[in-house]
């Protein structure tokens, strides 16, 4: 639960008073407070992760951000001058704090959101087909602040996506333009449609055509083989649902990717032995000597 007012951690009272003022080593100044019932005094960050640290948040964003766009775990620790057991109890300190920016994040209002949609799956002891893999992850990140709308675990079934899904459709609910971008698989965008669609209505006779929510939009691109099994090709790019007709539709190809989160899935192999793909060190192919 959310407080807006400053509670005494020992006896729970919110008749604290303010004590005095310090500064940190980023130059912000925090408060300490004072409570008259039985004398505790604390310091304004008491009790949140930000108790006891002294790098300034700006510098950890940094950090982050250069993390989640695929910098190596080394490089981030070469480049800014960090250990990664300072990393590790960052991410440990910050962890817990997701649930309450997401929800924080539901409550207010977007006038546009950019979201990318992809799955990661486990490799454990033998290699299988992707599809029987025990365990999968998927993640709804926002391309602008990579934002993780959804991290989740489990089984490669409909729950799984559906449960991914529902967050999307409160992030719809407070948006007023949204588009979803996936690489690959179509069940986001098929269970989005069946969650969130609305009838159009035009005033003819006949049945209302289903749409997507005005302002939504999906779109897929097809990576690898772009044939089905009899032959019949498929778009590189496409919208997999009908949207509404006030909807804003055009989105450069070269927009229509999920390039960004990929570089998160990368940091994520790193640091996860279980998440790493498994190939071969030797070359793919033969290049003579005068290719080289």
């Keep these: 639960m959310l407080y807006d007012e400053i509670r005494c951690p020992s006896c729970d009272t919110a008749d604290v008073k303010v004590h005095s003022r310090y500064r940190v080593q980023c130059g912000e100044q925090r408060t300490v407070y004072c409570c008259p019932n ?21 510098r950890i964003q940094q950090i982050f951000d250069a993390l989640n766009d695929g910098m190596g ?118 269970l989005l449609f069946e969650i969130c669609r609305t009838s159009l209505r035009t005033g003819r006779r006949g049945r209302p055509r289903y749409t997507l929510p005005k302002g939504v939009r999906v779109r897929l691109k097809n990576k690898g083989a772009q044939t ?10 496409e919208a997999l649902q009908a949207e509404h007709p006030q909807t804003a539709s055009a989105i450069a190809p070269h927009e229509i990717h999920a390039n960004h989160l990929e570089g998160f899935n990368a940091t994520l192999r790193r640091r996860m032995a279980t998440y790493r793909r498994k190939s071969n060190t030797h070359a793919k192919k033969h290049v003579s000597a005068n290719a080289a």
């Design 38 to 58: 039985c004398a505790c005094y604390f310091s304004e960050t008491y009790g949140t992760a930000l108790a006891g640290l002294r790098t300034p948040l700006s």
């Design 228 to 237: 089905h099994q009899r032959g019949r090709k498929r778009a590189r790019y």
């Design 73 to 190: 775990l080394n490089a981030v620790c070469r480049t800014f001058h960090v250990s990664k057991n300072t990393l590790s109890d960052w991410q440990a300190r910050l962890a817990p704090v997701k649930d309450a920016l997401l929800l924080y994040a539901l409550c207010q209002r977007f006038v546009q959101q950019l979201i990318e949609g992809d799955e990661l799956y486990t490799k454990v002891k033998q290699n299988v087909a992707p599809a029987q893999s025990s365990g999968w992850t998927v993640v709804l990140m926002d391309r602008a602040s990579r934002f993780s709308w959804e991290l989740n675990c489990g089984e490669r079934e409909r729950s799984w996506f559906e449960q991914a899904m529902q967050t999307l459709a409160q992030v719809i609910a407070q948006t007023d333009d949204l588009t979803l971008l996936t690489d690959g698989e179509r069940r986001y965008g098929l």
